[in-house]
């Protein structure tokens, strides 16, 4: 297997995404996350998914764009709203890894910088499980 | 002959080894071989969205490992590996296995599964729910019947689920974190429930918090299974979560030795200390 096809299957989704919205605004409406967002305050639903369609294309990463991203728990709510069966959670999900610089470009969402995440887990591996465990299973 | 799988428990669950014991012990009893595999040599990089050079390493590795192990299922406890499993990482690269969320797994032998349920548990119980991740896998309804399994466990009918699929991405929106947790109390009261049950470890971490400060007890649905099958696995988070800045005289000088002081204040004693976010604090004793 060669390294590199999930970066290309996002791209691909992407490509997929960008054909396939019509921008109508319903998986917006369905969210149950963008009242969190102030920079979603009266924002136009179909002017958000332009934004974020457009975020995708990396022409602009507006502030509703990053806003809808940040705050997106991937309840999955818009997924029966959309009429195209374009999957906006993936949709969402893929302007999020955008805006945090996943796929190179600026950095507008930041972050959670945790230096200790995987030696925690492991530390609480050697509090939890045995000695033999851990080098079976770990 | 025993169907052989893999059982991929994640990375965060190793903060609850009575979770992932009960899980290996429940499906052995149903006659399956299961292969533990996890932690972060296994993590399936969906925390990575910063870093998708790295994601797509990790997926392309853990794929190929889980390939290698030569199992035709992989039964994955957190939602999250499977939900990356399944919209990334097996898009990206090939699996050689079927994918099973273990929820599904114990619904399909829940018949044999009943069979092993034997100490009554008497509980009214109020499932913490969340939107998400059902889709993929109908969890809300599933874990209710399971938990209906129980003889003495009583699940009431409620109808909130929090937004998200879990409570990891809630904790980056702090606000509906806090509104989560007050509903909780909130609907934990107004059913007159014993206590709250989580789905998912992750939630469990959270929700543990409210036992620990806001008096309202908490388990994961595994919890009340083994119970009730008769394992004894103890349940250590919950109790170092209550014990809170005390929680190293539970751990112990040896075991705390292992993971080293400092790392253990600097990176895990804060878990254990925080408090709910939403849950009001005891009334003043006059000291500010």
């Known amino acids: 297997m060669p390294t590199g096809a999930m970066k290309a299957f996002i791209r691909k989704e992407t490509e997929r995404i960008l054909a396939a919205c019509t921008r109508c605004g319903k998986c917006y409406e369905a969210c149950p996350m963008t009242r969190y967002s102030p920079a979603l305050e009266g924002a136009e639903p179909q002017t958000v998914v332009?934004?974020?369609?457009?975020?995708?294309?990396?022409?602009?990463?507006?502030?509703?764009?990053?806003?809808?991203?940040?705050?997106?728990?991937?309840?999955?709510?818009?997924?029966?709203?959309?009429?195209?069966?374009?999957?906006?959670?993936?949709?969402?999900?893929?302007a999020r890894m955008m805006a945090s610089g996943g796929l190179g470009g600026e950095k507008r969402i930041p972050a959670r910088?945790?230096?200790?995440?995987?030696?925690?887990?492991?530390?609480?591996?050697k509090l939890q499980l045995t000695e033999e465990e851990r080098k079976e299973w770990m | 002959m025993a169907e052989r799988v893999t059982f991929w428990y994640g990375c965060n669950v190793l903060r609850h080894g009575d979770i992932i014991h009960s899980c290996l012990d429940i499906l052995r009893m149903l006659g399956i071989d299961a292969r533990p595999a996890g932690g972060p040599d296994y993590c399936c990089g969906t925390s990575k969205d910063e870093n998708l050079t790295a994601a797509d390493g990790m997926a392309r590795?853990?794929?190929?490992?889980?390939?290698?192990?030569?199992?035709?299922?992989?039964?994955?406890?957190?939602?999250?590996?499977?939900?990356?499993?399944?919209?990334?990482?097996?898009?990206?690269?090939?699996?050689?296995f079927e994918l099973?969320?273990?929820?599904?797994v114990l619904h399909e032998h829940r018949s044999a599964l009943s069979g092993f349920l034997r100490k009554p548990v008497p509980m009214r119980v109020l499932l913490h729910k969340h939107m998400g991740?059902?889709?993929?896998?109908?969890?809300?309804?599933?874990?209710?019947?399971?938990?209906?399994?129980?003889?003495?466990?009583?699940?009431?009918?409620?109808?909130?689920?929090?937004?998200?699929?879990?409570?990891?991405?809630?904790?980056?929106?702090?606000?509906?974190?806090?509104?989560?947790?007050?509903?909780?109390?909130?609907?934990v009261a107004l059913h007159r429930a014993d206590a709250v049950v989580t789905?998912?470890?992750?939630?469990y971490r959270e929700i543990c918090g409210l036992e620990a400060h806001a008096n309202t007890r908490a388990y994961n649905y595994v919890h009340l299974l083994a119970q009730s099958i008769g394992l004894?696995?103890?349940?250590?988070?919950?109790?170092?979560?209550?014990?809170?800045?005390?929680?190293?005289?539970?751990?112990?000088?040896?075991?705390?030795?292992?993971?080293?002081?400092?790392?253990?204040?600097?990176a895990m004693?804060?878990?254990?200390?925080?408090?709910?976010?939403?849950?009001?604090?005891p009334k003043s004793d006059g000291k500010s």
């Open chain 2, 61 to 96: 590795r853990t794929v190929g490992k889980f390939n290698a192990l030569g199992r035709e299922r992989v039964v994955a406890w957190c939602p999250s590996c499977h939900s990356h499993m399944t919209e990334f990482m097996g898009q990206a690269y090939k699996p050689d």
């Open chain 2, 100 to 104: 099973n969320y273990f929820v599904d």
């Open chain 1, 50 to 94: 332009a934004d974020v369609l457009a975020l995708l294309r990396e022409e602009r990463s507006s502030p509703q764009a990053v806003g809808w991203a940040s705050v997106c728990v991937r309840s999955g709510s818009c997924v029966p709203a959309c009429p195209e069966n374009v999957d906006p959670k993936m949709m969402v999900r893929i």
């Open chain 2, 232 to 266: 004894d696995y103890v349940d250590e988070y919950k109790a170092w979560k209550k014990a809170g800045p005390d929680a190293a005289q539970l751990i112990g000088e040896q075991r705390l030795a292992q993971v080293g002081v400092e790392f253990f204040e600097r």
């Open chain 1, 113 to 125: 910088h945790d230096r200790d995440y995987y030696d925690r887990i492991r530390a609480f591996g």
């Open chain 2, 199 to 203: 789905t998912f470890h992750q939630c």
């Open chain 2, 269 to 281: 004693l804060p878990e254990l200390v925080k408090r709910p976010l939403g849950i009001d604090r």
């Open chain 2, 133 to 187: 991740f059902n889709d993929r896998v109908a969890v809300n309804d599933k874990v209710t019947a399971l938990l209906r399994l129980i003889p003495g466990v009583e699940v009431v009918d409620d109808d909130y689920a929090a937004p998200g699929y879990m409570c990891a991405l809630l904790n980056t929106v702090p606000k509906a974190m806090e509104e989560m947790n007050r509903e909780t109390l909130r609907r």
